[in-house]
Structures are given as structure tokens and as C-alpha cells.
Nanobody
């Protein structure tokens, strides 16, 4: 049974940092492509980043690249999302998901391309 479990969310002040974890079971992150998404209140879910399974190549939504970094630990079978210089508009529920194919596409990240999702972890950026 493939499962993804996010953790690491919480309340942080503007300008602060958080690292989210996505622990995967049922498939190796050395094989599967894993994406990060977020959904703010009243808004559609937004793609953030993807890390490919075969070669670890990463893609990012243009507006977030530079502040957010995706990485993985194959031994822990976990994918991370390091978030720096956080802003109030980063407040959202953050999800990781397994992509249907094992590589990441450039450009727009579609929900449809991901078939297994975690339950999400809440991130709140506020002073």
C-alpha cells in the first residue's frame, strides 16, 4: 500500500524557515517522482516543486524558486521541502503526492498527474 505522510508544519514568523518532510512507504523515492503542492484558504491547489525518481532532477514553480528547495533522502525514503524567507501568503496546507510517471514535467503542475496524496500539513506564517 503506497502512503505518503507529511510532517513539519507549524506556526512561523514572517522571514522564518520551515522544513517539511514527506515520508513515503510502498515505493522508493529513488524510483517515484514526488511533488509538493499547497492550498491556501479559498484558493485552488498550487504546485510548488517536483523531484524525479530516476535522477533526482527538480522542477519548481517560477514564483517560488529561490525560497523553496526540494530534496530527498533515499535511505529514509523521505522527500523534504525547505522553505525560507516565509511570507504570510505562504500560509496554506502543504501536500506531497506521487506522480503517475517517474519523471517531473516542466511548467504547470497539474493535480491530475499525481495519483497518491498525503493528508497534508498546515503551515501558518504570522507575527
Amino acid at each position: 500500500q503506497l502512503q505518503l505522510v507529511e510532517s513539519g508544519g507549524g506556526l512561523v514568523q514572517p522571514g522564518g524557515s520551515l522544513r517539511l518532510s514527506c515520508t513515503v512507504s510502498g515505493v522508493s523515492v529513488e524510483v517515484a517522482a514526488i511533488g509538493w503542492f499547497r492550498q491556501a484558504p479559498g484558493k485552488a491547489r498550487e504546485g510548488i516543486s517536483c523531484i524525479a525518481g530516476n535522477n533526482g532532477m527538480t522542477t519548481y514553480t517560477d514564483s517560488l524558486q529561490g525560497r523553496f528547495t526540494v530534496s530527498r533522502d533515499i535511505g529514509q525514503n523521505t522527500v523534504y521541502l525547505q522553505m525560507n524567507r516565509l511570507k504570510p501568503e505562504d500560509t496554506a496546507i502543504y501536500y506531497c503526492a506521487r506522480r503517475r510517471s517517474n519523471f517531473c514535467a516542466t511548467g504547470y503542475m497539474s493535480d491530475y498527474d499525481y495519483n497518491y496524496w498525503g493528508q497534508g500539513t498546515q503551515v501558518a506564517v504570522s507575527s
